[in-house]
């Protein structure tokens, strides 16, 4: 018996919502909210007669605190599930703590408006400190921790693939695999074609930020930043074949360094076309990625937020997408005193995940790792007073539930290493 509020109803949210509906012994009331509640009514339509789980929805503008404790008091989750923005993380941890509901999402914090100066002056002094730029990290939802800890109350922080399955991952080779992890390169390939010419898999401003911004990577106790894209390596992947992959940035490579004892390297890379990377390129270069408000006709427009209007919506691009992604982690380490080599990895066909819930495989990876966090939270598994990320739970009843709900590991003790 569980109370859920997911938050959101955007591509991810949707998979998340749909799975939680197949796994209704455990979700067994569930209440959508969303800025537009029309799509909320759709998707509780569209599952009507196939759940047992009841369903509800709401209208709520997550930016605004008083309206989530509103909301949060009437319908009194046990969890929140936000699967809005990363924009949201805060408000809504903040509705939580006020409410006494445990917290979980898909994607550490970073502001809406990066030119905002109060935001600038912390975000630079992080920049300095720390040693890498990009405008998310999770020392904002870390500072929420004692507060978590003080309430009794859990906050899971970024459940979805990666972060969240990749994490897991390295808890799992840590716990079953290695005495000690000495490099970690977690590998994200897309395999999937879309037939557009330029198209995102998940909200266009996120993805383009992320994409854009230099590339770091963790080595011997610091950070090292490089120039966007400046790291190029060829792969071949499991059931994708040779694809060329770009070391980026990524959140879940700052938690890591600190929760995995003595790792000396940890890395990140992604897979992309040419044609993804030229259109990148030239939408940058005549300032179309900039956050930056600008004026048009009288009328103050963020030429991202305009960009993103006229891309493809990321869940129109299901019934197009064929192909596989392949997502996991090579490990290098040691176990009784032998050196080895470690790569656990998901594969996942686009057309078999619209086939089951009408979203491409971006959107399903992303969605049934949260699920199953928001499962291992509901049946006390992963249930701790604090602020914590996936690989601070045990990965074993999690990696199960994934293995059941659609997203299987595979393992392999003798992999190509990435020099
Ligand atoms: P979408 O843009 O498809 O969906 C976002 C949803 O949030 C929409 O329903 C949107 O409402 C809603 N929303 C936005 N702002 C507000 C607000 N102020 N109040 C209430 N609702 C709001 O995004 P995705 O589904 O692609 O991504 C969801 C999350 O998943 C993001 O945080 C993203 O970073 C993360 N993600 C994580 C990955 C991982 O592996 N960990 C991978 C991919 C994504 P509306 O319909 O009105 O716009």
Known sequence: MSRVLVIGCGGVASVAIQKCCQADEVFTELCIASRTKEKCDALAEKLK??????????????DDVDQLIELI???????????????QDLTIMDACLACGVNYMDTANYEPE???????????????????????FDYSWQWAYRKKFEDAGLTALLGCGFDPGVTQAYCAYALKHEFDQIDTIDILDCN????????????????NLREVSAPGSYWENGHWVEIPPMDIKR??????????????????????????IPGVKRIRFFMTFGQSYLDHMRCLEDVGM????PIQYNGQEIVPIQFLKELLPDPASLGPRTKGKTNIGCIF??????????YYIYNVCDHQECYHEVGSQAISYTTGVPAMCGAMM????????????????????????ALDRYGLPRSENHDPKLVD
């Open 49 to 62: 007669g196939k759940t047992k789980t009841v369903l509800t929805t709401a209208k709520v503008d997550a």
């Open 113 to 135: 408006d990066t030119d905002d100066p109060k935001w600038r002056a912390i975000y630079e002094k992080r920049c300095k400190e720390e040693g890498f730029s990009a405008y």
């Open 73 to 87: 008091n009437d319908y009194k989750p046990d969890l929140v599930m936000n699967i809005a923005l990363p924009y």
């Open 289 to 292: 990625l900039s956050t930056t």
């Open 191 to 206: 395999g999937g074609d879309h037939g557009y010419a330029f198209a995102t898999n998940f909200n266009p401003e996120i």
């Open 234 to 259: 060829e792969y071949n992947f499991d059931q994708v074949g040779d694809k060329d992959m770009y070391l980026l940035h990524h959140e879940e490579i700052e938690s890591l360094a600190k929760t």
């Open 377 to 400: 939270m509901l049946t006390g598994k992963w249930i701790r007073p604090g602020v914590y990320t996936v690989e601070e739970f045990d990965p074993d009843p999690f990696l199960d």
């Open 332 to 341: 290098t380490g040691v176990k009784d005193g032998k050196e080895k080599t």
